[in-house]
């Protein structure tokens, strides 16, 4: 299971009680591109950390805005998508676990894995190819185990700082802005 990464954001109290004073739709607003603006730097660390095998798995790596409790809670989610545009562009043949350019799913590259049996699953034999081409039928494959990458947790240790920065200042312009418009009618 993946762990859950906090910051404890200080200095920021001037700002925070003018966000307070504003309408509830407008603190969403500031609070959405603030966390935006925050997770950005995680974002680009996790893919300048992350395997180079194919580019697939680093173009997969994105964040997310959410909001919750009427606005009250904004997180900024840093993880992998669904969907990877522009496959054509990969290097050196399709990636992914079958080599059609499926996802590689982030908990492989992430975390460790112990070795562990994979047994024949379905009614036909289990064929690997050998070194040799040719092919060998077995009942199960033994899986050696890997050790994590850790993209995700490295790109934390090494941008909490400027992702921290980057939040206080977007936050701080947009209050800013927003108590500008505010004040002229807006």
Do not use: W
């Not at 690997?128 to 199960?140: D, E, F, H, T």
């Amino acid at each position: 299971m993946a762990e859950l990464a906090s910051v404890k954001l200080e200095g920021v109290a001037e700002t925070i009680q003018r966000l307070i004073a504003l309408p509830d739709k407008i603190q969403k607003r500031c609070m959405a591109k603030a966390a935006r603006a925050g997770g950005a730097p995680l974002v680009k660390a996790a893919k300048r950390y992350s395997p180079r095998l194919t580019g697939l798995f680093k173009r997969s790596l994105a964040q997310k805005v959410k909001s919750y409790q009427a606005g009250k809670v904004v997180i900024s989610i840093t993880g992998q998508q669904n969907e990877v545009r522009n496959r054509r562009k990969l290097r050196r043949g399709r990636g992914g676990i079958s080599g059609r350019g499926d996802l590689v799913p982030i908990h492989f590259v992430e975390e460790n894995t112990k070795p562990h049996r994979i047994p024949k699953e379905g009614r036909g034999p289990l064929t690997l190819r050998s070194r040799s081409g040719g092919q060998v039928i077995v009942g199960a494959v033994q899986h050696p185990g890997t050790r994590g990458q850790h993209p995700i947790r490295r790109a934390f240790d090494s941008a909490n700082a400027v992702s921290l920065l980057e939040f206080q200042k977007k936050l701080a312009t947009e209050v800013d802005a927003e108590v500008a418009k505010l004040a002229a009618g807006g």
